[in-house]
């Protein structure tokens, strides 16, 4: 009898935990596929049946004409915004209702980790935006640009130095380099070259702190999302606590000995001392970025939102820290996505390089922040990188205050969204939307021409997110891949080898958005 009714009460538990969840929206009227326990939606890609990008994709094409549909991320319930004018209303105008994230570290066990601008919440969250929005400025991208082009010309020189007319390359493995060097002079004041000296330890533990493959980890994430309450009672961490107590010291020590000395550098952790200080200093009339730049919201100059007085050095900390995360990972990308199109558009390759070497000859051999950003069909092309191959394939919002989705068509009902409850941006979806991009899977940036963007419909095209909380750093990002393109293209042709994958299969093996097999490329030197 005992046994019985253990057997009922756990039957009945899995079911209320992890089965009638998946059945939320269907009970609210609203399209969604058929999750599978415990797993929800996520179940292809746990058993390496279908990619993170294929997998955000066909829940994005689940209802063609409705305006959102249900997506289950293990069993929490997330709405997937489909329809660009509802992107806008619910993170721009009624940004108030939808301020945080979800929770990705518990604070108690990854205190610096809970720190950064992409964890924080609610008024904490816009202290500091408010704080940091003027370290990401084009003024200050140009502050910091003679060393990050000193990266890429160094990174692509070591290919130069090789005595071939051409050779294979695994992108992925230099690109990661690359972004780490960057990050390393950029971030955490140090100087590293990774081509020559693979083995150094800032770029060891870089691949240890963002490596997401692997049965363990996905396990261990799993968990995070279905029982987050163990997490917390345990004080679990995502992530080693070696590899935290690393970065912090290389902060806490460089934070000290410039202060103590007296040096100044162009780099971010003086900028973020600079704000510490209260000092800014900016530039009128600066070239933007590019296409992509996400702009910064008036949303935070209301009067209520005060900048921090202080910066800690673990404030610094943390923020360094997800700097080095997002651009380690996503920059490098980005940029092994778009060297494969290039290597197949030989075309767009040749009419990318006949402009970057016109620039080179115009500024006598110096590329300049003004003249790499001047450079209209370069910009064309990374865009198009962003549109096709988003980087992060979609972004999450929570709601802070109750709020409603009127219904707008006679089939729908209106939406209601309690506190907690998640809605998701799918960038991967609407960069492939027929519907806004014309045959989404060509590669063409002549959809970013000045003939042409206008006619993108707004909020289609989000790469780094949509309103106040979009990505501070994409003006860094834009600049850290433009500035090695140009380098690279400057010196090689990309072209494919027996290794290249044509058409490019995307990873089923990994929770990270990236290619199955590698970016294999031939590097074929131009003599000049």
Known sequence: MIWLLVTVALALFIWVKFIRPLNHFTRLGVPQSKPWPFFGDQWPMMFRWMSVGDMALKIYNLADKCRYVGFYQFTTPALILKDPELIK??????????????????????PIWAGNLLSLKGERWKEMRSTLSGTFTSSKMKHMFHTINDTASNFVQYF????????????KDAF????????ASVAFGIKVDSMSEPDNIFYSMGKRFTIFSGFLIKIKMSLLFIMPAIYKFFKISIFDQSLVAYFRSIIHET???????GIVRKDMINLLLETRKGIFHEEENVTETGYATVKESTYLDKPKFKQLKFLTDDDITSQALIFFFAGFETISTALCF??????????????????????HKENNGVVSYESLFKMKYLDNVFSEILRKWPPVVMMDRVCTKPYTINAKYPDEKPFVLKVGDTFILPMYGLHRDPKYFPNPEKFDPERFSDEEKDKIVPYSYIPFGSGPRNCIGSRFAILEAKVLLYHLLLHFEIVPTKKTIIPLRLSKSSMQHTAEGGYWVGLKRIRQ
């Open 160 to 171: 130069v130095d090789q005595d071939k007319d051409s050779f294979e390359v695994e992108l």
């Open 176 to 183: 990661t380099k690359y972004t780490n060097d960057v990050i």
């Open 255 to 261: 934070v000290h000995t410039r202060l103590e000395k």
């Open 89 to 110: 209303q619910l993170t721009v105008k009624d940004f108030d209702h939808f301020t945080d994230h979800r929770a990705f570290v518990d604070p108690d066990a990854d």
């Open 338 to 359: 778009g060297s494969y199109e290039l290597a197949v558009n030989r075309d767009i390759q040749a009419k990318l390089r006949e402009e970057i070497l016109q620039t």
